[in-house]
């Protein structure tokens, strides 16, 4: 699991795996299966088109500033 950001529009995504996608057209591409922050809606986007969208969230960065979840 990864914490990215959407290049776009700024919102929170965790990364939850990588899938292979089963289509005709597309078989065994290699996808990132993800969700917002804020939802439990379920997204899933080619690597390449993923890491051109989203750029990572230094995580180490947010529970120094914050502290450990659960604190």
């Given at each position: 699991?990864?914490?990215?950001?959407?290049?776009?529009?700024?919102?929170?995504?965790i990364t939850l795996d990588?899938?292979?996608?089963?289509?005709?057209?597309?078989?065994?591409?290699?996808?990132?299966?993800?969700?917002?922050?804020?939802?439990?809606?379920?997204?899933?986007?080619?690597?390449?088109?993923?890491?051109?969208?989203?750029?990572?969230?230094?995580?180490d960065k947010i529970i120094?500033?914050?502290g450990p979840l659960g604190?």
């Open positions: 699991m990864a914490l990215f950001r959407n290049k776009k529009n700024g919102n929170l995504y990588t899938v292979t996608n089963a289509t005709n057209t597309q078989d065994d591409q290699e996808m990132i299966l993800y969700k917002p922050v804020e939802s439990e809606r379920l997204f899933c986007r080619e690597q390449e088109e993923f890491h051109q969208k989203f750029i990572p969230v230094n995580t120094e500033l914050l604190q």
